[in-house]
T-cell receptor, first 112, second 113 residues
Framework: DQQVKQNSPSLSVQEGRISILNCDYT??????FLWYKKYPAEGPTFLIS?????DKNEDGRFTVFLNKSAKHLSLHIVPSQPGDSAVYFC???????????FGTGTRLKVLA | DSGVTQTPKHLITATGQRVTLRCSPR?????VYWYQQSLDQGLQFLIQ???????AKGNILERFSAQQFPDLHSELNLSSLELGDSALYFC????????????FGPGTRLTVL
């Protein structure tokens, strides 16, 4: 049972444009969400997080939006840069647990 | 560099064998997590230790075990290896045991032939 889903395995975007990566979840108890970026041959790197008490969190070019009623979150990257090309994982957790549930990842390719 | 180290980087072994993967957390982090990433799969949580004690278990097979030592480094032991155990194994660490950000090591790529 995949509780966190990233339905788009890949995405290509032109440099300078907006990249939107999507993530859906099924467990309404999740109250903390994160995005990780992963380059080949490296471990995932934390990018940005959001608590369920918020619906938006920004950090520079990265913004995460949370729609609790739709059980959906998205990561916006504006403007996209070639160095953003990587696999992006969303992850979810809830209070009282000690583990993240990861999605299967979306491979983003930013074209120069 | 996340500050989390994992050894070895690559491991090639045969079916039926046993291997040990090692992880050193970031300085000051008390929690260590192990994840498995098979081909085209997301990261599957295996197990978590906090300050030497097991705190949470995920989809960890009975053939796999882990421990965290007094110096907080952790080892993941995989035995009776099967072809399907070939994967990337990541270790992550965090300060406490809650929803703190987890920082990942570079991973160990295990190939079972």
């Amino acid at each position: 049972d995949q509780q966190v889903k990233q339905n788009s395995p890949s995405l290509s975007v032109q440099e300078g444009r907006i990249s939107i990566l999507n993530c859906d979840y099924t467990n309404s108890m999740f109250d903390y969400f994160l995005w990780y970026k992963k380059y080949p041959a490296e471990g995932p790197t934390f990018l940005i997080s959001i608590s369920s008490i918020k619906d938006k969190n920004e950090d520079g070019r990265f913004t995460v939006f949370l729609n609790k009623s739709a059980k959906h979150l998205s990561l916006h990257i504006v403007p996209s840069q070639p160095g953003d090309s990587a696999v992006y994982f969303c992850a979810a957790s809830y209070s009282g647990t000690y583990k993240y549930i990861f999605g299967t990842g979306t491979r983003l390719k930013v074209l120069a | 560099d996340s500050g989390v180290t994992q050894t070895p980087k690559h491991l090639i072994t045969a079916t039926g064998q046993r291997v040990t993967l090692r992880c050193s957390p970031r300085s000051g982090d008390l929690s260590v997590y192990w994840y498995q990433q098979s081909l085209d799969q997301g990261l599957q949580f295996l197990i978590q230790y906090y300050n030497g004690e097991e705190r949470a278990k995920g989809n960890i097979l009975e053939r796999f075990s882990a421990q965290q030592f007094p110096d907080l480094h952790s080892e993941l032991n995989l035995s009776s290896l099967e072809l399907g155990d070939s994967a990337l194994y990541f270790c992550a660490s965090s300060v406490t045991r809650g929803t703190d950000t987890q920082y990942f090591g570079p991973g160990t790529r295990l190939t079972v032939l």
